[in-house]
């Protein structure tokens, strides 16, 4: 009977071991579809929308020419037909600096940030829009979790929400192995503390960025004033200047609350700030 | 003093040099002997006069006070300097005073470090009658050289009159101690300008008085700069014949502003040492020692603080001649000279070299300012380093060429304003080759920006700067708005892996279920064994074989029970079975069915004859209801 058992336990053994081997092998594979499917997400409906990449290339050409003013007009055709790319934003903040509109040249960048935000060309030419600005933004000294999670903002907002599925598929894969691999329960505890930190840091700097979205705003008009209401005649609380980067606490109709570097809000009219 | 040796030694020169020429000239021109005597006699005599009037320097005649009443006595110093040897002349008689010899007492000093001794010999003059009188000038000889004093007045007044002169209301006593201890201010120059250096000098003189703990003194300069007071000089001096212990402070001022400036009062602060007045009634005991010993010895003196006060001084400060101002001029007054050294002289093009500017002379240093490079188009200029010496003040320049074009430092200018000449001067120093190598790598220089930048440098660097050319492709076009934390599918995608987790675990549990719970593993088994020995009894009814029917049928049922209740097999029988299922929830026509079943299997065992198809296919259908229950039911 016992000799028996015996062979018993060692055959699903081996067959244990070669079923491991195939699982290791399906979870990669797994993992690689996933990324792969979610790499390429939403593809535009490009013949349904005209031809946007004619529009960008006119766009291109116009600027050239130096025609920046209809350079704008063609490539604003683009996000009014609801379509976007860090590249076609660029290039109208490019359109606006060279026609001499800072605010809305540094609109453009940040919004060409959101979408390309390691793209040197894109980082020289915002700093260097924003050395031109007549104000001086203050230093502010950033809290240490602000500035662990800054780090992940070379990372767009799909590069986030990728990594942080990555983390959660191999934390989700690592629980997986456990199953079948002893070794790895010694690693468990370590591996698992790692994987909960990251997830927790990305999803909280995620949180952050998406929570910014509708937000951050850039002052487009030269100077103007934020008053104590949304009125014409409220009395003046404080001035903004053109490309000073602010956050919209509250709208009501035609106004926008706004809330400056240093913590003070006031009411501006709509047509003074640009969303990012 | 230093000054008076000089011209005494060059006056003694002088005349052995005339002298000498005067007994040549008489040797080859005897005959005009008598025309060249007369005037060369006349020239020896005004001559000697002289050296009489410097040796005169040397003795000096001094009174402790120049007030004096009938009954009191003077003293008279006779102060024989840079010589000790000398020993007391005999006072001829003087008209008005009685003299006795006290005695000498020799003085040595320190003064610049050098070393200066003196003696003087004291002499008490008792005032016969009153009025004024001159004593000297005094003439003494000693080995064969003739010295000749100063001339004192001494006033002698009615004894009365002179005790209340000395001794009488604290007023006088003030006025008395005016004449003993002052402080006087002196300015170097009346008329000066602006940022001109000025020597003050601010003296304390002290007639036999005691006097301690003298401070440095102040003084008020509103309008003037002043440096503070180095160490004091410590000499005698001698007004109208009254000598005077002077202790000399020196400063250098320069005025700030122009116009007419007040300088002064200097204010001087020490303690003075003061002999106690006597208020006790005079007793007979102090009548037997004529003065109380006691007093003098343990409490007779008391020092009382006193702050003196010097006069003001009024200069004329003029402003700089607008006139020929050089351009460059930053307010450097005096008469100045400038070093310029360069280093390294050769370098590659955005290192540092070091441009030393030495600025040597008199005058006033607060006010140099570094020289300034005739141009610096080709440089970048970092603003000079300071030091200030004794000797003069340094600027250390450094400069950045900022290509291997540069051939040579610009000249370097300074002007100052010579105050001597009344004019603006300007120094050029250079140009100053130097070779400017290639920097080691191709790239652009790119040099840090100092907050105190030049502004061109600063200009320049912005001229360079643009934007970076638009993107020729427009990227990846996609949804506005649209983001992958929001796509379904990609949110659904998320949960295949904990799904497959799920089941995977589930698997893995069940798997390890069967291999260590037996019962569990037979318990899964039987309805596929169960269905086997189904498919077997099916076979058998059709083909009509009934033993093996039922035989097939006993064994499944067997079998089955056995496996979903784990009992062994072998045994099985109807009651076994009934004992097993009594206590489980199993409905009690199931029971009986599984009863008859049995029965039935029995039966056909031994009398498999009467059994008809039909009985056959009811008994197989109830198994398989059987089954199917036990299946259903959790037991």
Known sequence: MTGIKITHSRLVARGELKRC??????????????????????????KNRGDPQYIFYKGNTLYEQGKYDLAIREYSKLPARGMESGNLYYNLGNS????????????????????????????????????????NAPETSASLLKRVTGIFNILSINEMTLLLSAVFVSAVFFFIARLYIQVTRRFSVFFMSVLIIVFILISFSLF?????????AIVISESTEAGFEPFENATAHFTLYEGMKVYIVESKKGWRKVERFDGKSGWVRNQDIGKI | MRVCRKTFIKRQDFVKRYFNATVRIIQKMKKNLLLICFPCLIGALIILTGIACAEEIKFEASANRNIVSLGQGLQLGLQFRDSKGIPAPELPAINGFKSRYIGPSTMMSIVNGRMSSSVTHIYRLIPLKTGRFRIGPLSFKYKGDTYISNSLTIQVVDSAAGRGALHGSGQRTETDLKDRVFV?????????????????????????????????????????????????????????GTAYDVIEFRTKIFATKTGELKLGPAKLQANLIIKKQRRRPASQFNDFFGRDAFDDFFGGYSTEPVELNSGNIALTVMPLPKDKRPPDFSGAVGDFDLSVEASPD????????????????????????????????????????AKQDEDGKIFEQILIPLSDAVKEIPEVNFSFFDIAKGEYHTISKGPFPVTVLKPEKKEEITLMEAPHAAERTF?????GRDIIYIKESPGRLKDKDSYLYMNTVFLLMQ??????????????????????????????????????????????????????????????????????????????????????????????????????MFKECDMARYASAGLRRADMENTLKDLKQLIDYLERHKL
Do not use: W
């Open chain 1, 208 to 216: 952050n960025r998406i929570s910014m979205l509708d937000k951050e």
């Open chain 2, 459 to 463: 200009a320049k660097e912005n001229f």
């Open chain 2, 184 to 240: 006087r201010m002196q300015a170097g120059k009346s008329r000066v300008y602006i940022n001109e250096i000025i020597p003050l000098t601010i003296k304390l003189y002290i007639n036999s008085l005691g006097i301690r703990n003298i401070q440095y003194p102040e003084f008020s300069h509103e309008g003037f700069s002043a440096e503070g007071f180095g160490k004091p000089l410590q000499y005698r001096e001698t007004i109208d």
């Open chain 1, 96 to 135: 606006f600096f060279k026609k001499g509109d800072l605010g809305k040249a540094i609109l453009n960048y940040e919004r060409a940030k959101r979408l390309i935000p390691r793209d040197s060309d894109l980082k020289s030419n915002y700093n260097f829009a924003l050395s031109r600005i007549k104000y």
């Open chain 2, 495 to 596: 949960t295949i892996p904990f799904l497959l987790f799920v089941s995977l675990r589930k698997m893995r549990k069940r798997k390890e279920r069967l291999r260590r719970d037996i019962g569990y593993a037979r318990r899964l088994s039987a309805p596929q064994k169960a269905k086997k020995g189904i498919r077997k009894a099916e076979y058998y009814l059709n083909t009509n074989r009934t033993g093996d029917f039922y035989d097939s049928i006993f064994t499944t049922l067997r079998e089955y029970i056995g496996n979903r209740f784990h009992l062994p097999s072998g045994g099985i029988t109807a009651d076994i079975v009934d004992n097993a299922l009594k206590d489980k929830d199993i409905d009690e026509d199931v029971l009986t069915g599984l009863r008859n």
């Open chain 1, 21 to 46: 081997i195939f699982l290791i092998a399906f979870m990669v594979i797994c993992q690689l579809y996933l990324l792969f499917l979610s790499a390429a997400p939403v593809p535009a409906e490009d």
């Open chain 2, 346 to 385: 050769e370098i590659k093009a955005g290192d540092p070299l070091t441009l030393k500017m030495t600025i040597t002379g008199d005058g006033n240093f607060n006010t140099v300012t570094a020289p300034k490079l005739k141009s610096s188009v080709d440089f970048k200029v970092y603003k000079p380093q």
